[in-house]
């Protein structure tokens, strides 16, 4: 009898655990939503760049906007190079990668007209975290290294 009821308490601890489990599991599919996180919407930021000889220049008023169709990304975005003190003028490019949990990998570069026609020219590896995106940008084309930050933009 005593074994019965032993046995009958360590099953009723198991389903209370298997209750608990998932309950959490719906728990966290209400808060971070079953599509994962959102990258789509209007960013600005700011970043910084190296080239290889040394020179280092600030990448001002970067615009982005950016689409999201479940996991893969897309859009364009514009900046403006700063070197010594002097505003080049603004640049475009467009991107196209992935998103799996809150990492980011793609391709930055351009079309010259539309998709398929389209160069890549940096590879882009980044990190969302709610509303602030940062990653580091390896242009091909120059050879430069680039580090920017992004904070999505009110609708």
């Not at 600030?58 to 364009?76: D, R, T």
């Not at 998709?115 to 890549?120: D, S, T, V």
């Not at 990653?135 to 933009?153: A, E, K, N």
Request: with cysteine.
């Amino acid at each position: 009898m005593c074994q019965i009821t032993l046995l009958m308490e360590v099953n009723m601890k198991l389903f209370k655990l298997l209750i608990a489990a998932i309950f959490l599991m719906l728990a966290g599919d209400a808060i971070a939503g079953k599509g994962g996180p959102i990258v789509s919407g209007y960013w600005e930021g700011y970043g910084q760049a190296m080239y290889p000889d040394g020179t280092i220049v600030e990448i001002a008023l970067v615009e982005a906007l950016l689409v999201q169709e479940g996991n893969f990304i897309h859009g364009g975005a514009e900046f403006t190079v700063i070197i010594d003190d002097i505003g080049m003028p603004p640049q475009a490019a467009q991107m196209s990668g992935h998103i799996s949990g809150n990492e980011i990998k793609g391709l930055l570069g351009g079309c010259i007209s539309e998709a398929p026609n389209c160069l890549g020219s940096g590879v882009f590896e980044g990190k969302l975290c709610g509303n602030k995106m940062t990653g580091t940008i390896m242009d091909l084309g120059d050879g430069s290294t680039s580090v920017v930050t992004l904070h999505r933009m009110p609708d």
